[in-house]
């Protein structure tokens, strides 16, 4: 804590005056009985302490909190030129631990992921619609962070209408439908966004370059995001496969919302038909199946779910990433490119490159690392809070 990290573990603690209870305000001293920060106590949690502040002055009322909401939403300013799907308060990252707030249009999305975020749920969600300007809030918070806080979880109407069965959004000019009340996460991956552009200015630049229209294959589709962005910039062929079968349905709609024909999703649609297939497979066999069928392609999206939940899960997960990229790389052509993501907090920048760079060993091909990717400036990541960088990215490009 002395370094500014904004979290306490349990076995970190010495000594607890009085009996606080989950989400009260805790003042925090070291063993010198130096001020160290105001935090929120979570009792059941392994995060024993979650730091709101690191001034003694400060005071963690509803004008301080209604303050970082304030400075969290103004510091996107400018992204609604490019979309109305916007991550409006990253957590920790925004000096809000534990709450996460996406805007899709004029529809509000929450998490409140930690105890004392909980405790001042109502003055939060004013701060919000202040803000904000939006009127409708939406809880999401059932995800897996809140039962080790010891929460329940919560999901429904907070404020507002109820949404519409799918909120239709644009980023980038492309259309999507976002379904927040059963989708991942909030409904959509915002944190994408840049990646989705990059691919899109791959797909225009191979067109300048090769006098031709490439072949895209996004793996771990979801609901189409960097397929419909491959589409719309002229790609040939998009394959996308994804296991969810509702997954794809939304894929489909969203092609056709844009305007796409696309042939509807079945496991063997052969990728000479021009236009967008929709393969509801298990990316691990499918990608074994289209080398057996020799298929090629000259960009290659892998955006897998985290496949390490936990320091516990690496060397699985890391076995698993280098399946896909190893399997991955043995389709693409030469010159092609590969944007290949883990979203695994527990997998760190350095280890994912060099699992990637042993699938290029064992796929024996050179590639060239473009850039490093990661998310969209609306998930700052704060120095002092290393785990806000979750998504982490490599942009490879195979030599001739
Ligand atoms: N790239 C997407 C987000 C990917 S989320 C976007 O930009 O929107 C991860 C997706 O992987 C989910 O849709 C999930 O259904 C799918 N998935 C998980 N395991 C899979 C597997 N083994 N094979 C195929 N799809 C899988």
């Known amino acids: 804590m002395l370094r500014r990290h904004p979290w306490v573990y349990a076995g970190a603690i010495a000594q607890v005056r009085g009996a606080p209870a989950s989400g009260d305000l805790v003042a925090v001293h070291a063993a010198d009985k130096r001020f160290l920060a105001w935090a929120a106590w979570s009792p059941e949690s392994v995060i024993r302490l979650r730091c709101w502040s690191f001034h003694e002055a400060d005071r963690i009322d509803e004008t301080w909190l209604g303050d970082r909401v304030g400075a ?5 300013g400018g992204l609604e030129e490019v979309t109305d799907a916007v991550r409006l308060v990253y957590a920790e990252a925004d000096f809000l631990p534990g709450l996460v707030v996406d805007r899709y249009g004029d529809q509000l999305v929450v998490q409140m ?11 939060l969600l004013d701060a919000l619609c202040r803000a904000s300007g939006c009127d409708n809030v939406f809880d999401r918070s059932d995800g897996a962070l809140r039962a080790r806080e010891g929460l329940p979880g919560t999901s429904g109407v907070l404020r507002g209408d109820a949404p519409p069965d799918v909120i239709e959004v644009r980023e980038q000019g492309v259309r999507f439908g976002v379904d927040v009340r059963r989708g991942h996460k909030t409904g959509f991956y915002i944190d994408q966004r840049d990646n989705r552009r990059r691919l899109a200015d791959l797909v225009r630049a191979f067109r300048a370059r090769h006098g031709r229209a490439p072949r895209v294959l ?44 696309s042939t509807p999703h079945s496991a063997a649609h052969p990728p000479t038909a021009a236009g967008m297939q929709w393969r509801c497979a298990d990316v691990f066999e499918e990608l074994r199946a289209m080398r057996a069928r020799d298929e090629r392609f000259d960009l290659i999206v892998l955006d897998p779910p985290k496949f390490a939940a936990n320091h516990h899960q690496v060397d699985r997960a890391a076995r698993a990433y280098k399946d896909i990229n190893l399997n991955g790389l043995r389709l693409l052509e030469p ?15 350095d280890l994912f490159q060099k699992i990637v760079a042993g699938a290029v060993i064992d796929a024996d091909v050179e590639c060239d690392l473009r850039a490093r990717l990661a998310a969209g400036s609306d998930h700052p990541i704060r120095m002092t809070h290393p785990e806000s960088e979750y998504l982490k990215g490599l942009w490879l490009e195979r030599g001739d």
């Open 113 to 123: 992921q930690a105890a004392g975020v909980e405790r001042h749920r109502e003055a």
């Open 72 to 76: 969290a939403v103004a510091r996107r």
């Open 218 to 261: 996004n793996c771990f589709c979801y609901t189409g995001g960097f397929s419909l962005a491959a589409a719309l910039a002229g790609a040939e062929t998009v394959v996308s496969v994804d296991s969810s079968a509702d997954a794809l349905a939304l894929a489909h709609a969203n092609a056709e919302r844009n305007g796409i024909a």
């Open 335 to 349: 010159g092609g490119h590969l944007l290949t993501f883990s979203c695994s907090g527990a997998i760190d920048a």
